[in-house]
């Protein structure tokens, strides 16, 4: 059973930067999709970027495009978020997540999430 550890939220101003991270347990780490999701309060979760298993490929919600970038180290078995220009409407609790298949298909495992508040 693979386990996702986030961290790297925090408190920010409007134009600044943060990264976060997702540690995965377990040996097969390459080859899932790993995924980036967010939930505002009073909001639906939604999509926020996906990295292939082997990195190359990444796919991003259109409200993120060319701020964020999604990464990762499978030797380290480790996923990044880079957020740059983060904007007040950033603010929600991030987590990152397992797809078995496509970045567009199901995620079945999930991190604890890490809060990332922006403000103005």
């Known amino acids: 059973q693979v386990q996702l550890v986030e961290s790297g939220g925090g408190l920010v101003q409007a134009g600044g930067s943060l990264r976060l991270s997702c540690a995965a347990s377990?040996?097969?780490?390459?080859?899932?999709?790993m995924g980036w999701f967010r939930q505002a309060p009073g909001k639906e979760r939604e999509f926020v970027a996906a990295?292939?298993?082997?990195?190359?490929?990444?796919y991003y919600a259109d409200s993120v495009k060319g701020r964020f970038t999604g990464s990762r180290d499978n030797a380290k078995n480790t996923v990044y978020l880079q957020m740059n220009s983060l904007k007040p409407e950033d603010t929600a609790v991030y987590y990152c997540?397992?797809?078995?298949?496509?970045?567009?298909?199901?995620?079945?495992?999930w991190g604890q999430g890490t809060q990332v508040t922006v403000s103005s």
């Open positions: 997540a397992v797809s078995r298949r496509g970045p567009f298909d199901a995620y079945d495992t």
């Open positions: 377990g040996r097969t780490f390459s080859t899932y999709v």
């Open positions: 990295v292939s298993g082997s990195g190359g490929s990444t």
